[in-house]
């Protein structure tokens, strides 16, 4: 570890930070109804929207009725995403030639897109035309991430609303996400990444002489839009196979900066979105500071192990860390903190190879998936996510104190509680049942590349992505077979709507319900004691879950390279 690594990652969390406050202000006025700068030019589009749709925008929707339009316009996304990868072969902006997806890898990826995972099991570039890339992928880029917005904005107003009984209205918040949020922004971020050195064509792939004289076809294709979305949205499916450590993808060590900025920046603004609507900052920066303690302890182990490296290297001579996976360009602290930065939220954009980290360097991110993606988290997602957490510890802390629960003035009572920990127990069963299933059945085995517990853990953390709807692999699994692309497809759906449906059970059920005042007895949710008790409730419930799994994988393995052993 060096002075000039904890330099970058101290540059990364101020200029973070620095982004929260202007940011949630923009997207407080966006999702109020109020005007901005750019209402001059995008709101008659919007209206126009609304009209060509037949919706009102004045007309809220009960909690019941924003689920079917939420998972109806999912389905929708599903089939069409699905049909462009069958019908491939017969459509245009297909300079490449490529045949048609097969049936149980089109299963995957459309339910990977749509979900928001972006988990891939093929070669962007040699697998997916350049319409299926645009209107297929980027298009559920931007909508999947808008969706995941809209229900933590529906949330918030459950909390921030005195009564009521309707939540919001899907179709408006769904809009005004991508409209005057995701859009802009990725315009902008588009023009950043050509600028330096993204490619950006229609054009067919470039043939190329190398040096010795042989024949190399160079992919390029519709890259940068791709890719500020991908990023932006917390997506992270790659244009190319190699994804962020490839160059016509993450060019230099701005891009690489930008990046991993953009991950963030929506996720840690919209805790700044909750303080400003329920009318106390400090209630956004409370939560804010529980996601970057978590963050922050990542990291730290994280670039200590990998700085550290692996001692049977060091046996033979060899010293400097441990290199084997890393991106050269950026070295051993970049690529610990983009992987740290990916996994914490739902992105599964990497510029480093996970499977060649050391195996605690290796354990943090597969942690960070485990916890439920609420470190920072997705767009909207990750928020959501530690509102289920928030739930839980003030109703424990209820129970140590013998009040009744509340929070910001609304009482958490027994349907809050259980659909809390319906939407926190869903992800352990998608994790840990299939993985169980997998290491047992002989086909399944025969995908992973490697023995003992790394392998355990490239099966682990291949679910525990899927489930997290992070989409990052460990690396080393076959995964593009008929049992990994249907049950990782079926774990994605399970880890994305057995959330959200309980999510907005919670915030339908909050709407209804009176904001009573703060007394002597009201436990404060915004300082210390309140960010100690949801940081160690975050980690009892992750530790008691899986810690057996975990002691079998990366635990164990790095005990056997102290040992002696690799594997």
Request: glycine share 12%; aromatic share 10%; hydrophobic share 50%.
């Amino acid at each position: 570890m060096t002075f000039n690594g904890w330099l970058q990652i101290l540059i990364f969390i101020g200029i973070l930070l620095l982004l929260v406050k202007p940011l949630g202000g923009y997207m407080t006025r966006v999702f109020t109804g109020e005007r901005t700068l750019l209402s001059y030019v995008l709101r008659p589009v919007e209206r126009g929207l609304y009209r060509l749709a037949g919706t009102d925008e004045r007309e809220d929707q009960h909690w019941t009725t924003y689920s079917v339009a939420l998972l109806l316009f999912s389905l929708a996304g599903f089939i069409v995403l699905y049909a462009l990868q069958r019908l491939q072969a017969g459509l245009p902006y297909n300079p490449a030639g490529m045949s048609a997806v097969g049936p149980e890898l089109s299963f995957n990826t459309a339910t990977s897109f749509v979900t928001n995972t972006n988990w891939q099991n093929y070669g962007g570039e040699s697998t997916m035309s350049y319409l299926v890339q645009m209107a297929g992928l980027t298009v559920q880029n931007f909508v999947s991430a808008a969706t995941g917005i809209a229900i933590a904005i529906a949330l918030i107003r459950a909390f921030s609303r005195a009564s009521g009984k309707a939540i919001g209205n899907f179709w408006v918040d769904l809009t005004r996400a991508t409209l005057y949020v995701l859009l802009p922004i990725c315009i902008v971020l588009t023009l950043v990444y050509v600028y330096l050195g993204v490619p950006q064509t229609l054009g067919p792939y470039v043939n190329a002489t190398t040096l010795e004289g042989a024949k190399q076809t160079i992919a390029v294709g519709p890259v940068a839009s791709q890719l500020a979305i991908k990023m932006l949205g917390t997506n992270g499916g790659g244009f190319f196979n190699a994804n962020s450590a490839h160059p016509f993808e993450n060019p230099d060590a701005i891009s690489n900066l930008i990046q991993m900025l953009s991950i963030f920046a929506i996720g840690a603004a919209l805790t700044n979105v909750f303080g400003r609507m329920v009318g106390s900052q400090r209630q956004g920066w409370a939560i804010l500071a529980a996601m970057c303690t978590l963050f922050v302890a990542g990291v730290i182990v994280t670039y200590w192990a990998e700085a550290a490296g692996n001692p049977l290297v060091h046996a033979l001579g060899l010293q400097g860390g441990n290199m084997e996976g890393k991106e050269v360009r950026f070295g051993i602290v970049a690529s610990s903190l983009f992987a740290v930065v990916t996994t914490a939220a739902s992105c599964g954009a990497v510029n480093g190879m996970l499977d060649s980290f050391t195996a605690i360097g290796g354990l943090i991110p597969l942690i960070n998936l485990q916890l439920g993606e609420v470190i920072i988290g997705g767009v909207g997602a990750g928020f959501y996510g530690i509102i289920m957490f928030v739930i839980i510890a003030i109703f424990v802390a209820g129970l140590m104190v013998g009040r009744t629960p509340e929070y910001l003035g609304k009482k958490i009572e027994a349907k809050e509680v259980k659909m809390a920990m319906l939407a926190v127990l869903c992800l352990p069963f998608g994790m840990l049942i299939f993985t169980a299933i997998s290491v047992v059945l002989p086909s399944a085995v025969a995908s992973v590349g490697n023995a003992g517990p790394h392998g355990f853990s490239e099966i682990l953390y291949a679910y525990s992505s899927a489930a997290a709807n992070n989409g990052s692999a460990f690396g080393g699994l076959s995964g593009n077979t008929p049992w990994f692309n249907i049950t990782l497809g079926l774990v994605m759906l399970i880890g994305r709507f057995l959330v959200i449906i309980p999510a907005l059970a919670i915030a339908g059920s909050l709407i209804t319900k009176k904001t009573v005042p703060a007394s002597a007895g009201t436990f404060p949710t915004d300082g210390p004691l309140f960010v100690g008790l949801l940081v160690g409730t975050i980690l009892i419930v992750g530790g008691l879950t899986f810690f057996p799994a975990l002691a079998l994988g990366p635990i164990v393995e790095h005990l056997a390279m102290i040992a002696g052993q690799a594997f």
